[in-house]
């Protein structure tokens, strides 16, 4: 494990404990979890870029092309 040192506004400091309360989490591990999730959405984001510079934009079309033209079930409008 690493110590960071770290330094907020009042404001925020008091934000945080709130919400690591109300996770029901120490505030260490609830920063820790969210600097988790922010890597993993900087991650996919970075896949999903990867994967889309690779599509065949005129292949898709043409699939979408093959998809019947029929009103939505309902529900799904």
Not at 68 to 73: H, I, L
Request: net charge negative; charged share 25%.
């Amino acid at each position: 494990m690493t110590t960071l040192s770290l330094t907020l506004p009042n404001s925020i400091r008091r934000h945080l404990q709130e919400m690591a309360d109300l996770d029901g989490v120490p505030v260490d591990q609830f920063i820790a979890s969210a600097i988790t999730e922010k890597i993993s959405a900087m991650t996919a984001e970075t896949y999903l870029r990867a994967r889309a510079d690779r599509a065949d934009s005129a292949a898709f079309r043409a699939i979408l092309d093959r998809v019947p033209d029929r009103p939505p079930v309902a529900g799904d409008e």
